[in-house]
């Protein structure tokens, strides 16, 4: 499995109007033809992409997210987290602002990675014929440690979970899933979503994000494997992929005592550093060479659990830093950029996420197919054996009935014969008896007499003729009546 470091860009917002009013100097630059960064006057940091202050939001998506939602189609997981402080411009840099940013109004080339991300794969998806798409988004917050499903706001809190399933990805139990069918359905709920989050005035933002925003594109492929219509039709070749986009914005750092936060605003504040503090010594453990099988804290907040697989997993990541460029914010510019190059140390292990439950009903329908078609071959077999089976017998029957006609006629015969035979014994011993007879005479009588005795008892051994029958004798004589017995006896087994 190949390892790809985390990408990390850097954007310098541009000196907004209230600090050029207070006369802010800048202190960071973008050394010019080069990926580096110089704060103070020797400060250089590296880094895979940066963007100045007129680096415009089609730059930004252009160069670091047009690349992973190329990856999200291809079935890796991607993820774009923005970090920095108050202020610096992460939810202007990701899009999923406040609803004044979001709405029709707002010119195009000022909309941020969201929307112009959910253009463009919706667009992608019209052109792909080959494959069936089903997407559905989701969006959260982490307010206070707390999970917020912010298309669903009446969930309990209580009822959004965050699990690891079978193969160990991260996963939100309980957040609503929305399936969704053109960009301007996802815009209506990112609108939605991002009007119900919550955000505040504070000293350093007048619309400050006061949680960590996770809204998530998911997608589910269905596609042909075999690239022709022609093949498909041989053999179930469909395969699922589920891969999944995740927009992070997270809450800004702040200092308690620049912000001027109290009350509800400082308890947010703490829990913002709290989470942002997690992040940090995830970043700091899976940056660091000589902790390489070190624990990583990912269960010290609820952000660093969301975003396993996002540092140090197998999604592929962007982290964009935002910086201010006023000499006012230069030490959390400076820890800002510090975090940034360590996290390019973080190497991630992207996997394709096919979809084995498909995988394996794919093998179990070919399964299927196959005992399907056994069965009708053994069942073709059968019929045709029965068939043959019951022509032959049909044949024997014939045979067996012609048989029992000779029977019949023969056994007539001997009847006959045997009542003749019998009629003449008879008549041959009244002859005999008589007186008058030459002695000729009398020994030709003799001998028909000798001759009706022989005849009368080979037909009395003859079965199916009166005598035989009620004598009971089995061994039959008559060589035609033995034959036919037999021939029906060969039959009948
Ligand atoms: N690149 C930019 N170009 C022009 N204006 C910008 C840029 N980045 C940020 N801004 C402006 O700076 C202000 C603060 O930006 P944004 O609200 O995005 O900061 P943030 O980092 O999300 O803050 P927080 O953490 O408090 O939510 C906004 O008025 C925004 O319009």
């Not at 049909?394 to 067996?400: L, P």
């Amino acid at each position: 499995m190949e390892e790809i470091p985390v990408k990390v860009a850097v954007r310098i917002r541009p000196l907004l109007s209230k600090e050029i009013l207070h006369n802010h100097q800048v202190c960071v630059r973008v050394v010019p033809n080069t990926q580096q960064i110089l704060i103070g006057k020797d400060r250089v940091f590296t880094f895979d992409y940066v963007f100045g202050k007129a680096a415009s939001q089609d730059d930004v998506y252009s160069n670091c997210i047009k690349p992973l939602l190329v990856s999200l189609i291809e079935g890796y997981n991607a993820t774009v987290f923005a970090y920095g402080q108050t202020g610096s411009g992460k939810t202007y840099t990701i899009g999923g602002g406040h609803v004044g940013m979001l709405c029709a109004s707002v010119a195009d080339e000022e909309k941020g990675i969201i929307p112009r991300a959910i253009q463009e794969l919706f667009q992608i998806i019209s052109e792909n014929h080959n494959t069936d798409f089903n997407v559905t988004v989701s969006y959260i917050e982490v307010y206070k440690e707390d999970l917020r499903d912010l298309l669903e706001l009446e969930t309990n809190v209580k009822d959004i979970h965050i699990r690891e399933d079978e193969k160990g990805n991260t996963v939100l139990v309980g957040a609503k899933e929305n399936q969704v069918e053109s960009a301007d359905e996802v815009m209506s709920l990112l609108e939605a979503g991002s009007a119900a989050r919550h955000t505040s005035t504070t000293q350093m933002n007048e619309h400050s994000s006061r949680s960590h925003a996770i809204f998530t594109i998911t997608i589910c492929q269905q596609r042909d494997k075999n690239s022709s219509a022609a093949e498909s039709t041989t053999a179930r070749s469909i395969q699922m992929i589920t891969s999944k986009f995740h927009f992070v914005d997270l809450a800004g750092s702040e200092r308690v005592t620049k912000t001027g936060n109290t009350g509800e605003r400082f308890k947010e504040s703490i829990q913002i550093n709290s989470g942002l503090l997690a992040l940090g010594n995830v970043i700091s453990a899976l940056a660091d060479p000589k902790r390489k099988n070190a624990h990583v804290p990912y269960r010290d907040a609820k952000i660093t659990r969301i975003l396993k697989d996002s540092l140090g997993g197998n999604a592929k990541t962007v982290m964009i830093t935002c910086i201010s460029p006023s000499t006012s914010d230069f030490d959390e510019s400076l820890n800002s950029l510090k975090y940034a190059n360590r996290a390019r140390n973080i190497k991630n292990k992207p996997i394709v996420n096919y979809n084995p439950d498909w995988d394996r009903m794919d093998e179990m329908e070919l399964e299927i197919k196959a005992l399907r078609e056994a069965l009708q071959n053994q069942q073709s077999s059968r019929v045709s054996r029965i068939s043959q089976v019951s022509q032959d017998w049909g044949q024997e029957k014939s045979k067996i009935r012609a048989l029992e006609e000779q029977l019949a006629q023969f056994q007539l015969e001997c009847y006959n014969h045997r009542h003749c035979t019998e009629e003449a014994f008879s008549l041959f011993h009244e002859l005999k008896v008589m007186s008058g007879l030459a002695k000729s005479q009398k020994n030709r009588l003799e001998s028909w007499l000798c001759m009706a005795e022989e005849i009368r008892s080979e037909t009395a051994s003859i079965p199916g003729t009166d005598d035989a029958i009620s004598s009971g004798r089995e061994e039959p004589h008559h060589i035609t009546i033995l034959q036919l017995k037999r021939e029906l006896k060969k039959c009948q087994v």
